[in-house]
């Protein structure tokens, strides 16, 4: 897509925060907290948690927006940075314990309808108008959908499909993971794992992070999805997830959440699978190679009917100079930009209106989610137009 010159009005999302309640749809969530240094939920967890690296790394991390700096109001202010595997080479043993569900689903769905264009479902809300900004001539005007890498899991997706269309945790995760199946890994009750350097028991561990995650405001169901895919994304590391972190004190709710589903892992082809998670999408998630060269099969793009319409953060603009553009362009890629900003970003679309690919000034091209980086930008699937 290349971008023009033409002055025109854009739309954009703007985050409200009140102090107490926060409002997303019709639903209404409480602001909690975050403790800046979370304490351990048992006297035997001898590790603190790691703060963020804030070495750069020779590759762009990935990012992974954090729940727990969304709030309940859903309105996030922050990232964290999760590593990427360069290859998906776990072999995890054939899961011993008891079988789940797969993708084609065993259960009664009524509220899940396949069809070509992705989950049929009903009483998606209407978005509500927001104001719009006029951006001057000189300006690029960058439009972004969603916060996070868009990969797997949308945490703020998964809270609405069970709150509005009613869906249990399987039918979420077999909707964010296609191809995959549940089943009980059976040792969860027993085994040690670690999660940015705090050590427990899985149901510890598990319920730190996922109340890092995603709270305690969310629904049950989607409680119980993302203590399963963080369950996952452990056993897929080893058992030591470095780059998840734990929440101190969750809630008797997150607790017994995460206990009704201890041990269930997400797997495909006898594997674990790699849970990646984000905190919204931009009405599609991503698929995993057109974000991290990757191409996994259960990480493709799916529909998020509800992350276009129930996310503060979509349509949320950007705006650089020329002057800044050029100055972060030239810094990061060491090229010399030309005299025509028009010329600067030429994108190539992905699956889900992801950026797949940017090309810069004809120059050179980079990866959509590299080019997000050095802008921080909320998501790799945006707009840009130069005025």
């Given at each position: 897509m290349h971008i023009s010159k033409s002055k025109k009005i854009m739309a954009a999302s703007l985050s409200v925060l009140v102090m107490g309640t926060a409002v997303c749809g019709s639903i209404v969530y409480p602001i909690r907290a975050v403790e800046e240094e979370p304490k351990t939920i048992v006297s035997d967890l001898e590790n603190s948690v790691k703060t963020q690296s804030e070495t750069k790394k020779e590759t762009v991390p990935m990012w992974k927006a954090v729940l727990s700096e969304y709030g309940g109001s859903l309105s996030l202010v922050d990232y964290e940075t999760v590593e990427v595997e360069e290859e998906v080479t776990n072999e995890a043993e054939e899961p011993e314990g008891e079988y789940?569900?797969?993708?084609e689903g065993e259960y009664d769905d009524t509220s899940y309808i396949e069809s070509s264009g992705g989950a049929v479902i009903a009483d998606v809300p209407e978005r509500p108008e927001y104001d719009s900004i006029d951006i001057e001539s000189g300006n690029f005007g960058f439009t972004t959908y969603g916060?996070?890498?868009g990969v797997g899991l949308s945490q703020n997706g998964a809270n609405h499909y069970a709150t509005y269309a009613g869906w249990d945790y399987q039918q979420i995760l077999q909707h964010y993971y296609p191809g995959t199946y549940i089943s009980n890994s059976g040792t969860a009750a027993k085994e040690t794992i670690s999660a940015g350097g705090v050590s427990g028991s899985a149901l510890d561990i598990v319920s730190m992070v996922t109340y890092n995650e995603v709270g305690s405001s969310m629904s049950t169901e989607a409680i119980k999805a993302q203590a399963v895919a963080v369950y996952t994304y452990i056993k897929?590391?080893?058992?030591?997830?470095?780059?998840l972190y734990p929440a101190s004190n969750p809630p008797q709710n997150v607790v017994d959440a995460v206990k009704s589903v201890l041990g269930e892992a997400v797997y495909y082809d006898g594997n674990y699978?790699?849970?990646m998670f984000c905190a919204s999408s931009g009405g599609s998630t991503a698929s995993c190679y057109d974000i991290f060269y990757e191409d996994i099969p259960y990480l493709r793009s799916v529909s998020c009917e509800y992350d276009s319409q129930c996310d503060p953060h979509y349509g949320t603009v950007e705006v650089f100079s020329a002057e800044e553009l050029k100055s972060i362009l030239e810094s990061n890629l060491g090229i010399t930009l030309s005299d025509d900003p028009s010329?600067?970003?030429s994108i190539i679309e992905g699956d889900g209106g992801y950026a797949a690919n940017v090309v810069v000034d004809g120059q050179v091209t980079v990866k959509g989610n590299d080019f997000r980086y050095y802008l921080g930008l909320k998501s790799p699937k945006f707009e840009c137009t130069y005025y």
């Open positions: 789940i569900a797969d993708s916060y996070g890498h897929y590391k080893g058992g030591n997830a470095s780059d699978a790699l849970a010329n600067w970003v």
